[in-house]
């Protein structure tokens, strides 16, 4: 389903796939090492990617699919643990129900630093974030 609608947005197969990869929570690096290519491959297709979909950033892609990407809950030791459905970023916290849904805001993290999404659905992971210190590129 999820490919269906990237490639109505006008993603290639290919992009198509690299951004499922990435919503699963892949790094740049295990994606490149699951489709064979290299990770400058990986980062050109998510520029054409977040261009096409017109979001700036991994987060607001993976925050974009998410209606359409099925997750499979797994019995987890904290999947009975109230979710609080807060991203943390940076020095700010992101709570994507506090504006209705309309939209979210993001922040750039630190080289450190990941995020997570947690939600209704259960624990939805970390996301990569493929930053290392000192790196200039952030796709």
């Not at 750039?108 to 630093?113: Q, R």
Request: aromatic share 6%; charged share 20%; net charge neutral.
């Amino acid at each position: 389903m999820l490919r269906d609608i990237l490639t109505q947005k006008g993603l290639s197969n290919r992009e198509a796939e690299v951004a499922e990869l990435v919503v699963k929570g892949l790094s740049n690096k295990e994606v490149a090492n699951q489709l064979f290519v290299t990770e400058k491959t990986v980062k050109f297709h998510l520029t054409n990617i977040y261009k096409k979909m017109s979001v700036k950033s991994r987060a607001q892609l993976i925050v974009w699919c998410m209606p359409y990407q099925s997750f499979v809950e797994t019995g987890s030791a904290d999947a009975g643990q109230q979710n609080n459905n807060t991203i943390p970023a940076g020095n700010t916290t992101v709570n994507p129900a506090a504006n209705n849904g309309q939209g979210f805001h993001s922040t750039a993290l630190n080289n450190d630093e990941e995020l997570s999404l947690s939600g209704g659905a259960g624990n939805l992971g970390r996301i990569p974030t493929d930053r290392e210190p000192g790196s200039e590129s952030s796709i």
